[in-house]
Nanobody, 124 residues
């Protein structure tokens, strides 16, 4: 089992920045794919970013490319999502997720463990 705990959400003005954290505990997670998803009210959960732990590759949704950066701190078992140049359309609950195998797509069904989510609200 893997437990994921997000933090760092909040209210920010458009153009501002936030850094989300995802602390992992339980089984060693070095072999997992780690991802961030988000879900806005009335919308489906969507892929934001992910990385291949062993390969070092990173992946981003087109809507956040160039503004968001996914990274990790091995010593702290923590994954981060640095969000810059935030827009009102980035408002959502952000979830951290872990996949036991390389995802075949960006669907949330490819991920096995989820955190409880953290709210990000961007005001215009």
């Amino acid at each position: 089992q893997v437990q994921l705990l997000e933090s760092g959400g909040g209210l920010v003005q458009a153009g501002g920045s936030l850094r989300l954290s995802c602390a992992a505990s339980g089984r060693t997670y070095n072999s997992y794919y780690m991802g961030w998803f988000r879900q806005a009210p009335g919308k489906e959960r969507e892929f934001v970013a992910a990385f291949s732990w062993s390969g070092g590759s990173t992946y981003y949704a087109d809507s956040v490319k160039g503004r968001f950066t996914i990274s990790r701190d091995n010593a702290k078992n923590t994954v981060y999502l640095q969000m810059n140049s935030l827009k009102p359309e980035d408002t959502a609950v952000y979830y951290c997720a872990a996949a036991l195998r390389p995802p075949r797509s960006r669907s949330n069904s490819e991920y096995d463990y989820w955190g409880q989510g953290t709210q990000v609200t961007v005001s215009s």
